[in-house]
């Protein structure tokens, strides 16, 4: 089927939309997760002090996970204040799990 010339009209614009709910939320708090499969020992920066408002810088160890025959370090991928550890001294973690809590606003 073909349209005679001048008949055809082009659709309107789509109307605009305003921004879904959550679209433009920041969140300020960011979980350091554990690397590896093994045994929580917190660092010494994070073992004998009060938790809840210390600085930490990306890249600061937080402690390490022992595995069988491995050591790996938990270090925190943002700078921040320490709200809270989430993971005690002795406790057995699975890869990604939650160990402590940090506000990077």
Known sequence: MTVPPGTHTP???PPRRSPMAGETLTVPERMIVAPGVGIFRPGDNVANVALEGLEVEAGDEIGTVEGPGT???VLS???GTLI???AHNGE???SGQPIAWLRVA
Do not use: E, H, N
């Open 11 to 13: 659709l309107p614009d």
């Open 71 to 73: 050591s790996c370090p």
């Open 77 to 79: 991928p943002f700078g």
């Open 84 to 86: 809270g550890m989430l």
């Open 92 to 94: 057995r973690l699975r």
